[in-house]
């Protein structure tokens, strides 16, 4: 498999090709997940719950976010490395760009941030220095205790109306790629019909560009609960890289998510 690029994955959507993203944490993983073929890497500040076992993400340090970053790029080849701004890394643009930096100089391909139009001036100052970013709207896992809760976002519509312009204008600040999550199917296709970038759904319907699992997710490990939006590919093959590939083949020709998997 060639260097996977966002420019690669945007023409991946320009031809109807489905985009598999999953997230990783280590070496080892990241390695076995880019043999398999996976699109994407991300080293999501979800490792705050699965790995950390904390009750959500807010205590995931951008130093944490470096080292897995680090580690995550010792194993990869091919595979497109994103990796998250953790919470209030991003307060502010001059602790944006230096966070952002210790990410990018760790190895990701592009950095991530939870939020809508308030990131915009933010957006243009990264890119314009280099640093491609990754947005992400719906149920943003750093907003919890905003929502009241790991809650699907976007079902009344003007929730769903103002998160389509949200995107425009991440889009129109430079964005290059962005999450989707725990959103209703119907809003997932009509963001991904918005804006010409690709929009990675997790919990979005099966509109979307591209899909993102974590790992522990996919593989049926998580000790706490498979969210809805999930599926365990560890259970059909019993083997590891087998179950990434089955993912990458399933989402591919459009059999995940399934009506199982969505929100209305």
Same mark, same amino acid.
């Not at 023409?11 to 489905?18: A, D, L, R, T």
């Given at each position: 498999?060639?260097?996977?690029?966002?420019?690669?994955?945007?023409? #991946?959507?320009?031809?109807?090709?489905?985009?598999?993203?999953?997230?990783?944490?280590?070496?080892?993983?990241?390695?076995?997940?880019?043999?398999?073929?996976?699109?994407?890497?991300?080293?999501?500040?979800?490792?705050?719950?699965?790995?950390?076992?904390? @009750?959500?993400?807010?205590?995931?340090?951008?130093?944490? #976010?470096?080292?897995?970053?680090?580690?995550?790029?010792?194993?990869?080849?091919?595979?497109?490395?994103?990796?998250?701004?953790?919470? #209030?890394?991003?307060?502010?643009?001059?602790?944006?760009?230096?966070?952002?930096?210790?990410? #990018?100089?760790?190895?990701?391909?592009?950095?991530?941030?939870?939020?809508?139009?308030?990131?915009?001036?933010?957006?243009?100052?990264?890119?314009?220095?280099?640093?491609?970013?990754?947005?992400?709207?719906?149920?943003?896992?750093?907003?919890?205790?905003?929502?009241?809760?790991?809650?699907?976002?976007?079902?009344?519509?003007?929730?769903?109306?103002?998160?389509?312009?949200?995107?425009?204008?991440?889009?129109?600040?430079?964005?290059?790629?962005?999450?989707?999550?725990?959103?209703?199917?119907?809003?997932?296709?009509?963001?991904?019909?918005?804006?010409?970038?690709?929009?990675?759904?997790?919990?979005?319907?099966?509109?979307?560009?591209?899909?993102?699992?974590?790992?522990?997710?996919?593989?049926?490990?998580?000790?706490?609960?498979?969210?809805?939006?999930?599926?365990?590919?560890?259970?059909?093959?019993? @083997?590891?890289?087998?179950?990434?590939?089955?993912?990458?083949?399933?989402?591919?020709?459009?059999?995940?998510?399934?009506?199982?998997?969505?929100?209305?």
């Amino acid at each position: 498999m060639a260097k996977i690029t966002t420019s690669k994955l945007l023409k #991946m959507k320009q031809n109807g090709e489905k985009i598999s993203t999953i997230t990783a944490y280590d070496a080892s993983f990241a390695k076995l997940f880019d043999q398999a073929g996976i699109h994407a890497i991300l080293i999501g500040d979800s490792l705050g719950m699965v790995l950390q076992g904390q @009750d959500d993400t807010l205590p995931v340090s951008i130093d944490d #976010m470096a080292y897995h970053t680090r580690c995550v790029k010792a194993g990869v080849e091919n595979t497109l490395i994103i990796s998250d701004m953790s919470f #209030m890394t991003y307060a502010t643009k001059e602790q944006t760009y230096e966070n952002a930096a210790k990410l #990018m100089q760790a190895g990701a391909s592009i950095v991530k941030m939870e939020g809508g139009s308030w990131l915009v001036d933010t957006i243009k100052g990264l890119v314009e220095r280099g640093i491609p970013v990754c947005g992400h709207l719906g149920l943003t896992p750093q907003s919890v205790n905003v929502f009241g809760g790991f809650k699907v976002q976007g079902r009344e519509q003007s929730q769903a109306d103002a998160m389509v312009e949200e995107a425009k204008a991440l889009e129109a600040a430079g964005i290059q790629l962005l999450v989707l999550e725990c959103i209703p199917e119907g809003l997932g296709k009509a963001i991904s019909e918005a804006v010409s970038i690709p929009t990675i759904g997790i919990g979005a319907g099966r509109e979307t560009d591209g899909q993102i699992l974590v790992m522990h997710d996919a593989l049926g490990i998580s000790c706490s609960y498979m969210p809805k939006f999930s599926r365990n590919f560890l259970k059909d093959t019993g @083997d590891i890289k087998k179950a990434i590939e089955l993912y990458i083949e399933e989402v591919s020709n459009g059999n995940f998510p399934g009506e199982d998997h969505i929100f209305s």
